[in-house]
């Protein structure tokens, strides 16, 4: 059974950063692209950032382009989020996700196309 544990999330002021990991068990880590999604209050669940299989693509929403960044470490079995100047409208609840990918270089953008998915981590940034 595929498992994914978030970690990371918290309260930060305008302008701060904060790093989110996911730990991926249970299934053959190197064979998923993987992505972070986010759903703020009120509002449908959204595309923050995705990666593929060797990690040598990746693919960012307009909304968090510059400031965040992707990454894999495939040894670790982990996903991580680098978020910078963290603005109060990206406040939400961050989740990960896994895909099982043929291709190694293919992210994949629609959320509907991810099978396994964490419980998510609180992300709040103060004004």
């Known amino acids: 059974q595929v498992k994914l544990v978030e970690s990371g999330g918290g309260l930060v002021q305008a302008g701060g950063s904060l790093r989110l990991s996911c730990v991926v068990s249970?299934?053959?880590?190197?064979?998923?692209?993987m992505g972070w999604f986010r759903q703020a209050p009120g509002k449908e669940r959204e595309l923050a950032a995705v990666?593929?299989?060797?990690?040598?693509?990746?693919y960012y929403a307009d909304s968090v382009k510059a400031r965040f960044t992707i990454s894999r470490d495939n040894a670790k079995n982990t996903v991580s989020l680098q978020m910078n100047s963290l603005k109060p409208e990206d406040t939400a609840v961050y989740s990960c996700?896994?895909?099982?990918?043929?291709?190694?270089?293919?992210?994949?953008?629609?959320?509907?196309?991810?099978?396994?998915w964490g419980q998510g981590t609180q992300v709040t940034v103060s004004s």
């Open positions: 996700a896994a895909k099982s990918a043929v291709y190694s270089n293919s992210y994949y953008s629609s959320l509907g196309s991810y099978t396994y």
């Open positions: 249970g299934g053959t880590f190197s064979g998923f692209a």
């Open positions: 990666i593929s299989r060797s990690g040598d693509s990746t």
